[in-house]
């Protein structure tokens, strides 16, 4: 099993930004996929971005510009800075490993992100 624990949200301003954390453990895996969601308040969950194991990095429309998302093997973490946040980015952040089939294998318990106008 593959435990996934999320961190680093919390209240921010407007304009502000913020880095998450997405710390695996239990079995080990070399380089597996790596994805982030988020989900408003009475929204489905959307997918924001991902970092493959190939190396190479997807970002969704809502994503692109504004967040980056990366990894540090040696602390098998992956990590999602947030820039320019804005009100309508308040949602819980979870991350995501192993796609299989557009299927993700693991996740994160969710870390709360609120941004305030």
């Known amino acids: 099993q593959v435990q996934l624990v999320e961190s680093g949200g919390g209240l921010v301003q407007a304009g502000g930004s913020l880095r998450l954390s997405c710390a695996a453990s239990g079995r080990t895996f070399s380089n597996p996929d790596m994805g982030w969601f988020r989900q408003a308040p009475g929204k489905a969950r959307e997918f924001l971005c991902a970092l493959w194991g190939t190396g190479g990095t997807y970002y969704a429309n809502s994503a692109k510009g504004r967040f980056t998302i990366s990894r540090d093997n040696a602390k098998n973490t992956v990590y999602l800075q947030m820039n320019s946040l804005k009100p309508e980015d308040t949602a819980v952040y979870y991350c995501?490993?192993?796609?299989?089939?557009?299927?993700?294998?693991?996740w994160g318990q969710g870390t709360q992100v609120t941004v305030s106008s």
């Open positions: 995501a490993a192993e796609r299989e089939r557009s299927v993700w294998n693991y």
